[in-house]
């Protein structure tokens, strides 16, 4: 029995999914055709009471028009070190925006007033323009760290006295929703952009949905354009990102008890020396000392188990909706009795 948790981005559609796409009402979108694309837009507007939305190929995609859409050249974006929109977008932010990026240590990738505020520029001809705040939720590299709205409210009113935008990278914001209990309906009051994604915990193939003010996806429209981002016939793959939030959102909280069952065994091993706390899906550890995670990750492949490396001392785990309860019993079994050998 093989246990893929390299990411939740592995899965592949159930037969409900397909037959929503294979029957989904398509036209040309970049037309404005597409009634099924344009559901989706509407449909996750109104969850997160947002005005508009844009369905994009990807997350990358949505994130780099959303910081297009609130900076100008040589301004400057503030993110976590650790941000995605920084460490795993191609330097778009750079390529894309010609803006500058002012990084944070959060802890776990979690920002606060507190670390933002001193790191906003003042008007000085020798600075940048400190512009927009992008959050990341859940936060990938903090091992699933995800914020509640309680957290949010502070960052949006000091980016409002200081007449920044704040963006939310929201890759697993349904995860989040389901660890603290927030509504989706709360989110739009904070945020200028959220990022939907599509493709990881809900188990849609392909997509996500950049939300805002009409005036932001009206520009944002041109954008996608630009970017090569314009679809024809998409409602192929809308239909399956609807599909994956009339059925999907539900059962997260599986892929979280789940994960936390894979931390509650690696936390007894010997070859791992401590596990960041699981809130969500996914599991962070370090290896021991003396101990290459390149190595560890070739040995649990051995025993069926395929996870990355995510540092010079980091292995990550996520659970997903293709991870059943015997998969995790299996994979906890083979961790539990690993015999991890010497570095080769």
Do not use: W
């Not at 893929?4 to 294979?22: E, F, I, N």
């Not at 290896?287 to 649990?300: I, K, M, S």
């Amino acid at each position: 029995m093989n246990v893929d948790l390299r990411s939740d981005t592995v899965t592949t559609p159930d037969q409900g999914m397909l037959d929503a796409m294979m029957s989904a009402k398509v036209g040309d979108d970049v037309f404005g055709e597409d009634e099924t694309v344009k559901a989706l837009e509407h449909k996750l507007a109104a969850m997160f009471n947002m005005e508009a939305g844009l369905f994009c190929p990807s997350g990358t995609m949505t994130n780099q028009i959303a910081i297009k859409c609130f900076t100008n050249p040589m301004d400057e974006v503030i993110c976590d070190q650790t941000a995605h929109v920084y460490r795993y977008e191609r330097g778009g932010i750079a390529y894309h925006s010609l803006a500058s990026v002012r990084l944070l240590n959060g802890e776990r990738g979690i920002l606060t007033p507190e670390l933002i505020e001193p790191e906003i520029n003042d008007e000085n001809v020798h600075y940048p323009h400190s512009s927009l705040v992008v959050l990341e939720n859940t936060v990938n590299k903090g091992g699933g760290a995800c914020y509640s709205l309680s957290q949010i409210e502070p960052i949006h009113t000091l980016c409002n006295i200081k007449g920044l935008k704040l963006h939310l990278d929201g890759a697993r914001i349904f995860n989040a929703l389901t660890a603290t209990g927030d509504y989706a309906k709360d989110y739009g009051q904070y945020f200028d952009g959220i990022s939907v994604c599509l493709s990881k915990g809900l188990g849609a193939p392909v997509g996500s949905v950049l939300l805002g003010s009409k005036e932001t996806i009206k520009k944002a429209v041109n954008i996608r354009k630009a970017f090569g981002g314009g679809m024809r016939q998409a409602g192929f793959l809308a239909a399956a990102g609807i599909y994956a939030l009339d059925h999907n959102i539900a059962r997260l909280s599986t892929d979280h008890k789940h994960a936390k069952a894979l931390a509650d065994a690696l936390n007894n091993v010997n070859y791992v020396a401590s596990v960041l706390p699981v809130e969500t899906n996914i599991v962070v550890f370090e290896v021991a000392e003396g101990l290459e995670p390149a190595h560890l990750v070739h040995q649990l492949a051995e025993k069926g188990i395929a996870c990355n490396v995510t540092g010079p001392k980091t292995v990550r785990m996520v659970t997903h909706l293709n991870i059943s309860s015997e998969m995790i019993d299996k994979a906890v079994e083979n961790i539990i009795h690993l015999h991890v050998s010497a570095n080769k």
